[in-house]
């Protein structure tokens, strides 16, 4: 049987009389492999966590030292992310009622701390009238846009901050509130991790693309372990009831984040300001706390009791 023959290769045609041959431009004669991207924060790493730790240690000496600094503190860091958010707003023509907000966010802070949860119920619903009434006064056109971004801003942050300062209230408070917040801390370091590491599945590529469900499975499993080591360790409660309060508020300290992200996008902006170094404004900071402050409060509350 014959056997197949191949024809000769032929050599390129030779080029015509006056003309150049170019060579090929470089790296296309072969098929280069890609580049994998690098992975990581997008921000400067070691600002970011001089300025965390920073805040963790002015937050703790005020815990231990006396709580009503801790208040003013917290008093301070909702009016300039109330300002944060309302500089944020007034890029889309939201003007944000700025006065009445700020001084009734702050009011109602302190009747939280003094009074109790139903001052604060009082304060806020007189501080949305005022709003209300503040920007009537001041004409007609834009009124029902400003008074809704009024009523955001006094509802996300001195609202939801108020539930910190009724867990600070309780004669354990200052430990309550190292429970709350160490457990939030982890949820981000956790998240970051197994984010940066280990992220291959989006959770919300349309809000945060850098947001992975493998993060926030990093984001639960590490708060679920402080939570649960720290309710034991500080405020004599039972494992259980930790491992439910790091489990809930790993969850939410990642969506409070993605709420915050699509704010953000829809505003178009990358953060909220430029307080801190390495993170944006105070507001960037104050996104995980604020909505789990209201679970932190609750879980306690019901579960490990005041000794």
Request: charged share 15%; with cysteine; glycine share 12%.
């Amino acid at each position: 049987m014959p056997r197949d023959v191949r024809p000769p290769e032929q050599a390129p045609p030779a080029p015509a009389a006056g003309t150049t041959q170019q060579a090929p431009a470089p790296g296309l004669a072969h098929d280069a492999p890609p580049v994998p991207r690098r992975r990581g924060a997008g921000r400067d790493l070691p600002a970011a966590i001089a300025v965390g730790l920073g805040l963790g240690g002015v937050t703790l000496v005020s815990l231990l030292l006396l709580k009503d600094v801790f208040v003013v503190l917290v008093v301070v860091a909702m009016l300039v992310g109330s300002a944060e958010l309302a500089s944020a707003l007034a890029q889309r023509h939201m003007v944000v009622p700025r006065t009445p907000v700020l001084v009734g966010g702050a009011l109602l802070l302190v009747a939280t701390y003094v009074l109790g949860p139903a001052a604060a119920l009082v304060v806020h619903g007189l501080t949305c009238l005022a709003v209300l009434v503040w920007r009537v006064a001041e004409g007609r056109d834009g009124a029902v846009r400003d008074v809704a971004a009024g009523l955001l801003v006094l509802s996300w942050l001195p609202l939801l901050a108020a539930f910190a300062v009724l867990l600070l209230a309780e004669p354990d408070g200052a430990m309550r509130v190292v429970v709350f917040v160490a457990t939030v801390i982890a949820s981000d370091i956790g998240g970051y991790a197994a984010g940066v590491t280990l992220g291959r599945h989006p959770l919300a590529p349309s809000v945060s693309p850098k947001k992975s469900w493998e993060g926030l499975a990093g984001s639960v499993g590490l708060s679920l372990v402080v939570g649960a080591v720290l309710v034991v360790v500080l405020l004599d409660g039972p494992w259980w009831a930790g491992v439910l309060l790091g489990a809930l508020l790993g969850i939410t300290a990642t969506f409070g984040d993605l709420a915050e992200s699509m704010l953000k996008r829809d505003l178009g902006i990358k953060d909220m300001g430029s307080t801190l170094p390495g993170h944006g404004g105070l507001m960037d900071r104050l996104d995980s706390l604020l909505v789990t402050a209201p679970v932190a409060w609750l879980v306690l509350a019901l579960l490990v009791p005041v000794a």
